[in-house]
């Protein structure tokens, strides 16, 4: 395969089935994609929560008293606020009124500890924070040292019926210690709002181009960089799965990826809410949480990460849903092996569904999906083709020049959905975005795989996640989904440990299917389903049999902190 490829050849259009190649991205900030929606379907669906609906017309009545109230607290266009929230109402009402009246938003992670909350909070330079009741006592540890003025507290029960507010108080909200009434920071949902009443005309307050979400990637690293965004790069992803998923008016998705990362909030909340859907917001997760949301609500689409797929097929109550009314599933955050895919998927036909689990690549530097898997043209072990309107080419790390199909190299990509730069980090961000001979800026993803001559891409694994065993390169996402298409495991993370011989060796951390006893005759038949798949360098020199595996805040594997405790084990 010499075939060399240039980045205006796009062999996978040939795979969209009929819907288009590009798109026209609207030059719209995305309050006015939403606001858009509730002039078009004013009394439809536009999001439920614990059984409560509000339609778009609702929706948008709270966004618009939201930005009033936050004018009303002195929040200004250029300001910065950051929610520490989990998925309920509340952060969607907030998220799109800041975007009203040209306020950053940054989202983070309401279980970060003090100390990130901390640096996420300095690095944002945000004047107030939004919070749950529940998360107060963090963020009041450290909020002295930020330049945060105002605390602005929600709760779970803002947005429920008088009877479920009743029911939640009895039980989980009695556990919810209260917010002192003497903190003259603090300004509380329902007398915030109030002060929202007298809604001012609407006039555009940021570019549409500009920076206007902070999003914090990775979580395999200590503190991860800040992703600007615009609302373009949100727009443009919309109508880009609009065209892949068919999202369409009246349809529902799930959402219970969390709103802090772009898979949640691009794909679960702004895409439903631009076509005409609505997002099925749940706070918390659990697999029974999820089923239950399943079983109630019978959504069109979901989406998740692996290990949550994984959950569902091993969960007892799994076989209880139905999927006649499911239109689309999407898996993206990790890698989804073969052998994941083949039983999900054997398990929504025998549920009663017609659709396949479809696996998506993306980054946080470009929102969130840029590739996704043509639909019922899925090859083994391919992320799949780009979405319309972004291109992507395998490139030599070090030249940048295109190599040929076949060969690998690293990821870049370009289109409409890529961010303005990292927060307050030139020298990353000239690191990453890279103006190219063909005159467009490419993000440069770290990611190590090739395209064949059809289109698809493939993934192999992070460029600083290779492992070297004698001189041989060797990616341990590839290891993984060996292990994990043993019909014995349920999971698997592979590090490089230091060997005398080899100077690196590979060590996997294996969690068992339920019922499936650890010996040393199970140790062995693993080793030998590795040496039948692999070269004899990406072999497991050894083999850890744990419950679980730590993960990140994301619900990716957290090898970093496999490999810190493999290097504290070594002294």
């Excluded at 529940?134 to 008088?162: A, Q």
């Excluded at 017609?354 to 043209?377: F, N, Q």
Aim: net charge neutral; aromatic share 8%; with cysteine.
């Amino acid at each position: 395969m010499e075939t060399v490829q240039a980045t205006d050849v796009r062999p996978w259009t040939k795979l969209y089935q009929g819907f288009a190649d590009d798109i026209v991205v609207p030059d719209t900030t995305m309050y006015e994609q939403v606001a858009e929606s509730a002039r078009k379907w004013p009394k439809l669906t536009a999001l439920i929560y614990m059984g409560k609906r509000l339609s778009y017309e609702q929706l948008l009545e709270n966004i618009d008293h939201c930005a009033a109230g936050m004018l009303a607290q002195g929040i200004k266009a250029g300001d910065t606020v950051t929610l520490v929230m989990p998925n309920v109402p509340n952060t969607l009402v907030v998220f799109y009124a800041l975007n009203r009246i040209g306020v950053r938003v940054a989202m983070v992670h309401p279980l970060s500890s003090p100390a990130e909350l901390k640096h996420y909070l300095q690095q944002t330079n945000s004047t107030m924070a939004v919070t749950m009741d529940m998360f107060y006592p963090k963020l009041d540890e450290i909020i002295d040292d930020t330049v945060v003025k105002k605390l602005l507290i929600c709760h779970f029960s803002d947005y429920l019926s008088n009877p479920k507010k009743v029911g939640f108080k009895i039980t989980k909200g009695r556990k919810i210690a209260k917010v002192p009434a003497n903190d003259t920071r603090v300004i509380n949902w329902k007398e915030f709002m109030a002060k929202g009443s007298a809604v001012p005309p609407y006039t555009r307050s940021i570019d549409p181009q500009a920076p206007t979400v902070i999003l914090f990637s990775g979580g395999t690293t200590s503190m991860p960089k800040g992703v600007e965004l615009s609302s373009v790069a949100f727009n443009a992803l919309a109508l880009s799965m609009h065209e892949i998923t068919g999202f369409t008016v009246g349809d529902s998705v799930l959402a219970i990826l969390p709103l802090f990362h772009g898979f949640g909030l691009g794909l679960c909340v702004h895409t439903a809410l631009v076509v005409g859907a609505h997002p099925i917001l749940v706070p918390e997760f659990s697999a029974k949480i999820y089923i239950d949301n399943l079983l109630k609500h019978q959504p069109s689409f979901i989406a998740g990460v692996p290990t949550l797929f994984q959950a569902l097929l091993q969960h007892e109550k799994f076989a209880k849903v139905s999927f006649a009314n499911l239109h689309g599933a999407y898996s993206g955050g990790d890698s989804l092996t073969p052998d994941l895919k083949a039983r999900f998927d054997e398990a929504i036909i025998k549920q009663g569904g017609s659709v396949e689990l479809m696996e998506g690549y993306g980054l946080t530097e470009s929102v969130t999906a840029c590739a996704i898997s043509p639909r019922k043209l899925y090859k083994d072990n391919s992320i799949g083709v780009p979405i319309p309107g972004m291109l992507m080419k395998v490139v030599d790390p070090v030249s940048a020049e295109a190599i040929p199909n076949g060969e690998d190299g690293e990821f870049c990509v370009t289109g409409p959905t890529l961010m303005n730069g990292y927060l307050n980090e030139p020298e990353a961000t000239a690191q990453t975005l890279r103006k190219h001979a063909d005159g467009r800026v490419w993000l440069h993803t770290g990611d190590i795989g090739s395209m064949d001559d059809d289109g698809y891409f493939y993934f192999k694994g992070r460029q600083k996640r290779i492992v070297k065993v004698s001189g041989v390169s060797v990616y341990p996402a590839q290891v993984e989904q060996v292990l994990e298409a043993h019909p014995a495991v349920r999971q698997a993370c592979v590090i490089g440990i230091p060997d005398n011989y080899q100077l690196s060796a590979l060590k996997a951390f294996i969690v068992l299917n339920d019922g499936v006893e650890e010996d040393e005759h199970l140790r062995h038949k693993i080793v030998q389903h590795c040496k039948a798949h692999l070269i004899k360098w990406a072999v497991p020199r050894t083999i850890e049999f744990r419950r679980e595996l730590p993960t990140t805040l994301v619900g990716k594997t957290a090898y970093t902190q496999l490999e810190q405790e493999e290097m504290a084990a070594r002294g």
